[in-house]
């Protein structure tokens, strides 16, 4: 109980919320797992979309009987695995990987800091180039 209670005031006195700099680390690693692990659909979305009609044979089956968006996922599943394996669903994942967790950083690391800052929780931060008071 003496622990639980010690624990508990602690946590009272202690400000919630994350600094800035952690704020941005954690919307990094946020940013880079998702877009791993995404990667494959977007792949996917992708090949779906550019998919063209001007294919003789894509073209045949379409006359024939109009394919259902299953049956065209199901397609693009197949030529991916056959064209480059399991590595095909992860084409450019390292770079949209990259990119998401650099967003990350920014976005949350910036909300982070203009929170903060506005709310007055901190001390304003303030480029060492400048300073809001002139000397004489």
Known sequence: KLALSRWQ????????GLRPWQAAAC???????????TTPLD???????????????????????????????YEEVLDVYR???LKGYFAGGACRAA??????F???????LAKTNLLGEGDLIIPHGSSSSSSS
């Open 9 to 16: 005031k602690d946590c009272q006195d202690e400000k919630e």
């Open 106 to 112: 920014i976005f949350l690391g910036s909300f982070e």
């Open 27 to 37: 919307g990094s690693v946020a940013g880079v797992l998702s877009a791993a692990m």
């Open 43 to 73: 792949v996917l979305r992708t090949r779906l979309n550019l998919r063209s009609s001007s294919d003789k044979e894509a073209l045949e089956r379409a006359l024939k009987k109009k394919p259902t968006a299953f049956q065209l996922l």
């Open 83 to 85: 064209a480059r394996g």
């Open 99 to 104: 990119w998401m967790g650099l967003g990350g």
